[in-house]
């Protein structure tokens, strides 16, 4: 059971626009302590799609988005690709557990 | 560029010693940031296992904290893994990472990654 929670899967049509959630709580999301989002593909290390919220690293495109309110975050991705079919994972930090805490993941399915 | 890569034996028997080596290239481990090292077991999520400053400075998962060692050698760009007392529950593909800020351990996303390496406990 992951601290973060987060839809075993979600899916859409290419083009479409989806978003995954992370459910936190009063100890990690709702203290403040920053999210951060991962695409993965099969087979590959964690990429760093979100840090800080809303920020994308060099090299991401715009198509994906994060954002934060209270106890949870959001990752938007607008213009659904083939080739965004992954899994997503939230992260932050728990001050209770002081530990780096990663959600359960979400498995995209693009139709 | 910075790059990382683990080493170490791919298969570990119950109640022996894991231990890993992640080897950086591209970056000075000694010019900052906290190292890290996280697995994933097959088909399941990702978990933090602990976090290495150059100096030697160490935060751990409180769950595995009985059982690991986080070490850093900067002469060879190197920071390590030992876990101990390995059972089942330990075969992962584990990564080392690097975070996208170098000002704390915990409240930071990683960038860079290791390609990561299985590791299977059996006997």
């Known amino acids: 059971q992951s601290v973060l929670t987060q839809p075993p899967s979600v899916s859409g049509a290419p083009g479409q626009r989806v978003t995954i959630s992370c459910t936190g709580g009063s100890s990690n999301i709702g203290t403040g302590y920053d999210v951060h989002w991962y695409q993965q593909l099969p087979g590959t290390a964690p990429k760093l799609l979100i840090y800080?919220?809303?920020n994308r690293p060099s090299g991401v495109p715009d198509r994906f988005s994060g954002s934060k309110s209270g106890t949870s975050a959001s990752l938007a991705i607008t213009g659904l690709q083939a080739e965004d079919e992954a899994d997503y994972y939230c992260q932050s930090y728990d001050t209770s557990l002081r530990v780096v805490v990663f959600g359960g993941g979400t498995k995209l399915t693009v139709l | 560029q910075v790059q990382l890569q683990e080493s170490g034996p791919g298969l570990v028997k119950p109640s022996e010693t894991l231990s890993l080596t992640c080897t950086v290239s591209?970056?000075?481990?000694?010019?900052?940031?906290?190292w890290a090292w996280i697995r994933q077991p097959p088909g399941k999520g990702l978990e933090w296992i602990g976090s290495v400053y150059h100096s030697g400075s160490t935060f751990y998962n409180l769950s595995l904290k009985s059982r690991v060692i986080i070490s850093v050698d900067t002469s060879k760009n190197q920071f390590s893994l030992k876990l101990s007392s390995v059972t089942a529950a330990d075969t992962a593909v584990y990564y080392c990472?690097?975070?996208?800020?170098?000002?704390?351990?915990?409240?930071?996303?990683?960038?860079?990654w290791g390609q990561g390496t299985l590791v299977t406990v059996s006997s």
């Open positions: 800080g919220n809303t």
């Open positions: 990472a690097r975070p996208h800020s170098y000002s704390n351990w915990n409240d930071v996303g990683f960038d860079y």
């Open positions: 591209g970056y000075s481990i000694s010019s900052g940031y906290y």
